[in-house]
């Protein structure tokens, strides 16, 4: 199947400081790509549709000042974690979605971050 | 508000038998629901989806089954086995890519 990586798998930075977190698809081109925030125990929980040429479309709830997503090409979206706090350590996952329009989507392994 | 619900964090069962995963979810305009299967600090992996217009999709050990006036959907694992021990999400769309995910549910298979 298709395969979406993420970069880095882990990192740990100071408060303050701002992180980016790519996400590749490796075999198939992705017009769109979804990022996602996951807190311990609990579900996934969409963050913004990363769209290549526009703007990213942002979840009620989610600062676009904080989290700035840009699609740099049909390969690549990065997030970034601007100004991190503690309360920003999370893991942070992607997805595409299929190629042709189906309904499956292809996760990247995540991204731990923890801001000290 | 969580649209999609696992109400079980978390399951045991013994090799061989059947594991029942069980999701719910509120919102009626929902088509499409998927299985997800996730090992720690992985991404999830597609296991297993359902249309709306069906009540079972069987792949497998795997099987969905939907009822759809219920709201509810289970994932059943048979014969279980110990590298099915993983978390396990249910998702649900509307329309379009957006997917609203459960909180997931561990499974142990116990050997």
């Known amino acids: ?116 | 508000d969580q649209q999609v619900k696992q109400n079980s964090p978390s399951l045991s069962v013994q090799e061989g038998r059947i594991s029942i995963l069980n999701c719910d979810y509120t919102n009626s305009m929902f088509d499409y629901f998927l299985w997800y299967k996730k090992y720690p600090a992985e991404g999830p992996t597609f296991l297993i989806s359902i249309s709306s217009i069906k009540d079972k999709n069987e792949d497998g050990r795997f099987t969905v089954f939907l009822n759809k006036s219920a709201k509810h959907l289970s994932l059943h694992i048979v014969p279980s086995q110990p590298g099915d021990s993983a978390v396990y999400f249910c998702a649900a769309r509307p329309e379009g890519n957006q997917f609203y995910f459960g909180t997931g549910t561990s499974l142990t298979v116990i050997p």
């Open chain 1, 1 to 116: 199947g298709a395969v979406v990586s993420q970069h880095p798998s882990w990192v740990i930075c100071k408060s303050g400081t701002s992180v980016k977190i790519e996400c590749r698809s490796l075999d198939f081109q992705a017009t769109t790509m979804f990022w996602y925030r996951q807190f311990p125990k609990q579900s996934l929980m969409l963050m913004a549709t990363s769209n290549e040429g526009s703007k990213a479309t942002y979840e009620q709830g989610v600062e676009k000042d904080k989290f700035l997503i840009n699609h740099a090409s049909l390969t690549l979206s990065t997030l970034t974690v601007t100004s991190a706090h503690p309360e920003d350590s999370s893991f942070y996952i992607c997805s595409a979605p299929a190629a042709g329009g189906g309904n499956e989507q292809f996760f990247g392994p995540g991204t731990r971050l923890t801001v000290l």
